[in-house]
């Protein structure tokens, strides 16, 4: 397949001035929409259950946004690569915003289910392809600062949604949390529109859909099973079983069927590149942290310490601040020094100390200790996250760049998805123990009012709300111990990642050029060898 001739498009994308700046902006309030819709919902679950009815089907309200948007990450970056970027970002906002709106119309909790799928499915794009637009209108030389400032983006609205839904529920309607991202959708497609032109090469193209229907029941089994299993059927039913043998069976289908098409949805050469290999493992491992810290801090909060959800929002600002400071502080250093591999060693390593802190709380803990904890715990997470998209990005062929960011991107989320079902297992299986002996003898208690509920909790009797609330917190802290050796064996990994000379823009704009077929096998070769 050769790219036909279209003399007048540009060779390169890269922006300055009044123009690079808005486009920034558009995509920095892209990531935000993306990051803020994996967690805003959480405070908001028990008044929708209480509006829309349907308890036993809460977790899907948070489970159906999670497994469309993984699912379909790998496929927007291929189709970012093959038909352009600006279209997919584009397509992919008007799905979150068709998603958002019909989500905040629901009237029963089995469409709110499937509208928060729809919306994942244009999540899945958004963070992706914002990473991937950056990517082409700036040079890895000068990436570093402006990807600083996309990772504290990203944590600052992971952490400030379980506080913006709690400000809608108490102030407004839960539906609000759906509606805002209306104007704000629209703003970016304004922006992008007007705003944003890249080059576009026309190709025959041979989309794998078979290999995107492959990859998508891979996941959604192997996220099923994580989900249900010892929760809503035991590890051993024929259910659990069988979603894992499909997984691991569509698994195989789709890496043969990746090795024999001609445009793969995921590379597997991408493997042979230590940096990509590297970076995957780590995110992975990160990703299975930093979810498991921000869906449980809130629950420590809230039920522990009896904060609102407003306020628990309020009490994360530390861990929003640390991840803040070292997201845009790593960036400039690394655009000043040219280096990237030293943090994220520092930082799964910081990340690890910031567990060990949180599993020491208690109910009694002042919040100075708990605030110190997830300060660190910030610190750790905002020197790695973006900088291993950064490293990626540098490492492969800017034709590529698409399909690599997706592809790190996709098992970050993967991390988080299977931290999220660990963590919950691990916190269930310990609760039950530990509320089984809550009740003391004589005392009349309704078991299905040993909750996480706050209101419940508060209208027990005090000898049995201190000890729902100390069996909660013994719990959660069995996460954050479980979450220290995750954290260090990145740390290991991280010790593998090379380190390579960030390309400068004149760099870009020479791979960028239209290429001979001889420099075509060159480049293959040398990507080979990385």
């Not at 007048?8 to 993306?34: D, E, I, W």
């Not at 540098?394 to 963590?423: D, H, K, L, W, Y």
Request: overall charge neutral.
């Amino acid at each position: 397949m050769t790219d036909s001739a279209a003399p007048a498009a540009p060779t390169t994308s890269l922006l300055t001035g009044r123009k690079l700046n808005l486009v920034l902006a558009a995509l920095m309030l892209t990531t935000f929409l993306s990051a803020l819709d994996q967690t805003i919902v959480a405070t908001a679950l028990p008044t929708m259950v209480g509006e829309l009815g349907g308890l036993e089907h809460l977790a899907w309200v948070v489970t159906a946004y999670l497994l469309a948007a993984t699912a379909t990450t790998p496929l927007w970056g291929k189709l970012s690569d093959l038909y352009g970027r600006k279209i997919m970002l584009q397509s992919a906002v008007v799905i979150f915003l068709i998603g958002s709106a019909l989500a905040g119309l629901s009237q029963t909790m089995g469409q709110l289910i499937a509208f928060r799928g729809v919306q994942g499915v244009g999540g899945g794009g958004l963070m992706v392809l914002a990473m991937a637009v950056i990517a082409d209108i700036i040079p890895p030389s000068e990436r570093g600062r402006y990807q600083g400032l996309f990772g504290a983006v990203f944590g600052v609205a992971s952490v400030l949604g379980p506080l913006v839904g709690g400000f809608f529920v108490e102030q407004s309607t839960w539906r609000w949390i759906f509606y805002i991202n209306i104007p704000l959708g629209i703003a970016v497609l304004v922006i992008l529109g007007a705003v944003l032109q890249l080059p576009r090469r026309t190709k025959q193209h041979a989309i794998d859909w078979l290999g995107a229907a492959l990859a998508v029941s891979t996941i959604v089994s192997l996220l099923l099973v994580l989900q249900w299993g010892g929760r809503e059927y035991p590890w051993t039913s024929p259910i659990i079983i069988g979603l894992g043998t499909a997984s691991l069976v569509l698994g195989v289908l789709f890496v043969l069927q990746e090795r024999r098409h001609p445009e793969p949805l995921v590379p597997l050469t991408l493997f042979d590149n230590k940096t990509f290999r590297i970076s995957a493992i780590v995110g992975f491992i990160i990703g299975i942290a930093m979810f498991g810290a921000i869906v449980y801090l809130p629950v420590y909060l809230q039920v522990a310490r009896g904060t609102s959800p407003t306020q628990a929002g309020l009490q994360l600002l530390p861990l929003m601040a640390g991840l803040l400071i070292t997201s845009v502080t790593s960036g400039r250093i690394i655009s000043r020094v040219g280096r990237y591999r030293m943090f994220p060693i520092a930082g799964t390593l910081t990340a690890a100390v910031g567990m060990w802190l949180l599993s020491g709380v208690q109910v009694d803990s002042p919040y100075w200790r708990v605030a110190v904890g997830m300060l660190v715990l910030g610190f750790g997470l905002g020197m790695v996250i973006q900088v291993l998209v950064l490293a990626v990005q540098n490492s492969v062929s800017p034709r590529e760049i698409g399909v690599a960011t997706s592809s790190a991107t996709f098992f970050r989320q993967i991390g988080g998805s299977v931290g999220t079902a660990v963590f919950g297992t691990i916190m269930t299986a310990r609760l039950t123990t530990e509320l089984a002996n809550a009740v003391p003898p004589g005392v009349q208690v309704d078991p299905g009012a040993l909750t996480g509920s706050p209101a419940i909790i508060a209208a027990l009797p005090q000898v049995v709300q201190d000890n729902v609330r100390e069996a909660f917190v013994v719990a959660l802290t069995g996460v954050f111990w479980f979450a220290i050796p995750i954290c260090l064996v990145a740390f290991v990994a991280a010790l593998f990642l090379p380190e390579q000379k960030l390309r400068t823009a004149e760099d870009v704009r020479a791979a960028m050029a239209p290429a001979t077929p001889t420099d075509e096998a060159a480049e293959i070769e040398a990507t080979s060898r990385i």
